[in-house]
């Protein structure tokens, strides 16, 4: 006990392992509020309504087979009348007519061995044939044997031989047995040229000796058997065909089939194979979405507020989908998703959300391929269309994609299965309204997860970026110099931005809002003067830096206060790093009066150095604005240059040592800054002076 409380404090006093323990306790909890909402949706759809019948009753409703069923009371009565159809096989031991055979020619060897011995007196012979009687014969028999001449004895062995060869040949069955004897007996009797004495000899050694040879094969029936009950075919009720109709009377194998089909209410008996089947299946269906999230954007798994996104968005449509169902199958919005989270999070995440949700919703309804073909085409044309999308009326066109999709695909599966014309028809219709519907609930939907998550979208982006919020609209009053600045850093850090794959929409947005702390004290920066007069000559070089350098915070108080998203505040946060005022650095160091030590981190910036491309890219269009609009002479040469050396001191200044900026893509920034940079101060051409000449010149 005293070691799990030890554990304990421990974990509460490390502040890592609280973190750790919280985000992991968070994870859980979603992903078992997405496999318990998920299976009892679908436990709750697949199982059908129970009755309380019994044999006799009247159906009270029409039973439809929820799927395909075996209707196992006429299976078996098919096996067993194939079992019943295969004749037993039988067998033939050939080694029990070679010892008969050889039995009774020792008898007769023996015999003609006796008859022919000299040595022995007629009694003596008598009596060694009892001793070698193999065959059992009485005394008269001996006798007759002994008596008999040499031809007759040997013709009636060789009758014998061929009438034991033919009977043992075929078979004899232990019931057939009495009926054979009886067969040979006739036979004998019927040989007119022995006598009878020898007709009855031959008659007692055949029947005396034949035995059964013919037998059950056991081994050769029960394989014929197995193979009769292989070839049954199971009598099977397809689903959605007619078990039993209403007040019809139920028999026994009907009510079998209701119990089969889980329609019939039993007590204490709960169909776990339901309960077990769709748990695994939620389960591996959650884990392989969990898995691919966590390969291809485990990102995502660092952000529970979008983690939480994701699984709202899911199961709202997903229930919103099992109502609209029972209207129809192709009304169901499942491409609202996927355009949801193209928009939101990221449109490959959205293409296999999609997958999962119409692989789910397919089995909740009864494994309707048609459905799942279409919702996963619809869904991944909503997807492709939402990427990069900048204008909400591009979701209303993206939602005529998902349409005309829907309707081709309904289209193409219908006559696939050669449906009438008019299922045709209303399917293709539903089909496209389905698409329009989707972008009305996109577009409907979309300003709510925006505000409720806090997601900076394209479109959030586009808000931002017009002049009319209060922000910009401030800033172009109280500091126009500002403003205009922003406005061309804005360009020049879409235009680099784009050039590196960046998000160039954000960077230009973010460009805006970058120094809206100027707001505070805007004639404090040099191009919100409109006087020659400098309110920091009349101020120390420390504290003109530490007004200076507070635009960074006050920019973010400002946003905050607007609720401007965390990811431009970022950027108002990164846009300096912790870059040297120079300006007013080097005033300190020439100051006379300064008694005490310049230290050149008290006129450094207390930022964060940009973190990303976009940040990156803000910090230097902000710098090459500033130097290239206080340059004398705008030629190109001067202006790469400048532009070179300025991205030059922030490399050695290790300002973008924390993004992710190659050489390759500073050079590529470098490049569009002056493209942008000489549109913007390109040569002019010089008027003429247009002054009419004086009339008298004209007289």
């Not at 060694?128 to 008596?147: F, T």
């Not at 968005?313 to 949801?340: D, E, H, N, Q, R």
């Not at 008290?602 to 973190?611: K, N, T």
Request: aromatic share 8%; proline share 3%.
């Amino acid at each position: 006990m005293a070691i799990l409380t030890d554990i304990r404090d421990k974990f509460a006093r490390n502040p890592i392992l609280r973190f750790l323990g919280k985000c992991l306790s968070s994870k859980v909890v979603l992903f078992a509020i997405f496999f318990f909402v998920v299976f009892f949706s679908t436990i709750t759809t697949i199982s059908p309504e129970k009755y309380e019948l019994d044999v006799g009753q009247k159906s009270p409703v029409d039973f439809k087979a929820p799927r395909d069923l075996e209707d196992r009371i006429a299976t078996e009565r098919l096996t067993k009348k194939a079992i019943e159809s295969v004749e037993p096989r039988e067998r033939i031991d050939p080694t029990i007519q070679i010892d008969i055979k050889k039995r009774i020619e020792r008898f007769f060897g023996n015999v003609y061995e006796v008859r022919e011995n000299q040595d022995l007196t007629y009694e003596e012979k008598i009596v060694q044939l009892r001793e070698i009687n193999e065959l059992n014969l009485n005394d008269e028999e001996i006798l007759l044997v002994l008596n008999a001449s040499d031809k007759e004895l040997k013709s009636a062995e060789s009758y014998i031989y061929e009438i034991v060869l033919q009977v043992m040949s075929t078979g004899i069955k232990a019931e057939e047995l009495e009926k054979e004897r009886g067969n040979i007996t006739n036979y004998f009797m019927g040989l007119k040229e022995f006598s009878q004495d020898m007709r009855l000899l031959g008659i007692n050694i055949v029947n005396s000796s034949i035995q059964p040879n013919r037998f059950l094969d056991v081994e050769t029936t029960q394989e014929k058997r197995d193979e009769a009950v292989k070839n049954v075919e199971k009598v099977i009720i397809r689903r959605g065909s007619t078990i039993i109709g209403a007040g019809d009377v139920i028999t026994q194998d009907k009510l079998q089939l209701l119990k089969d089909a889980g329609l019939v209410k039993e007590d204490g008996k709960k169909d776990l194979s339901l309960y077990f089947g769709v748990g695994l299946f939620v389960a591996i269906v959650e884990i392989l979405l969990v898995a691919y999230i966590y390969v291809f954007n485990r990102s995502l798994l660092q952000s529970t507020s979008k983690m939480y996104l994701l699984l709202l968005i899911f199961l709202s449509i997903y229930l919103i989908s099992k109502t609209l169902y029972g209207i129809s199958s192709y009304m169901v919005p499942v491409a609202t998703t996927a355009m949801l989270l193209s928009i939101l999070i990221d449109a490959r995440l959205a293409i296999v959300v999609n997958l999962v949700m119409s692989i789910f919703i397919t089995v909740m309804t009864g494994n309707n391929i048609d459905f799942m073909i279409s919702s996963l085409v619809g869904g991944t044309v909503g997807a492709f269309c939402m990427t990069h999308t900048h204008q909400r009326t591009n979701i209303f066109l993206s939602g005529l994609a998902v349409s005309l999709c829907n309707g081709i695909i309904i289209l193409g599966m219908g006559l696939i299965d050669k449906a009438e014309l008019s299922t045709l028809a209303m399917g293709s219709m539903i089909g496209a309204l389905n698409g329009i519907f989707c972008a009305i609930l996109t577009i409907g939907s979309l300003p709510l997860w925006e505000t409720a998550f806090d997601i900076l979208t394209p479109f959030k982006l586009l808000e931002l970026s017009n002049p009319n919020h209060p922000v910009l609209k401030k800033l172009l009053f109280e500091a126009p110099g500002t403003y205009h600045h922003s406005i061309i850093v804005g360009n020049l850090s879409e235009a680099a931005a784009d050039a590196v794959g960046a998000n160039g929409l954000f960077a230009r947005v973010s460009a805006y809002y970058h120094d809206i702390g100027k707001l505070k004290r805007p004639y404090f920066f040099k191009e919100n003067q409109l006087t020659n007069e400098n309110p920091h000559e009349k101020l120390s070089a420390s504290l003109s830096t530490l007004i200076i350098t507070s635009h960074v915070k006050d920019g973010i108080d400002i946003a905050r206060s607007h609720k401007i998203p965390r990811e431009i505040i970022d950027i108002i946060e990164q846009h300096h790093g912790t870059t040297l005022v120079k300006y007013f650095y080097h005033k300190a160091l020439n100051d006379d009066d300064n008694e005490i030590e310049i230290e050149e981190s008290s006129y450094r910036y207390e930022g964060v150095r940009p973190q990303t491309k976009e940040a990156a890219i803000v910090m230097l269009a902000d710098s090459v604005e500033a130097a290239v609009r206080s340059m004398s002479e705008h030629s190109s040469e001067k202006i790469k240059n400048l532009i070179y050396k300025i991205i030059e001191d922030k490399l050695k200044d290790q300002q973008l040592d924390e993004c992710d900026l190659t050489l390759k893509d500073i050079d590529k920034i470098a490049h569009a800054f002056r493209t942008v940079l000489m549109g913007i101060f390109h040569e002019r051409i010089e008027y003429p002076d247009l002054n009419p000449k004086p009339a008298e010149a004209t007289q």
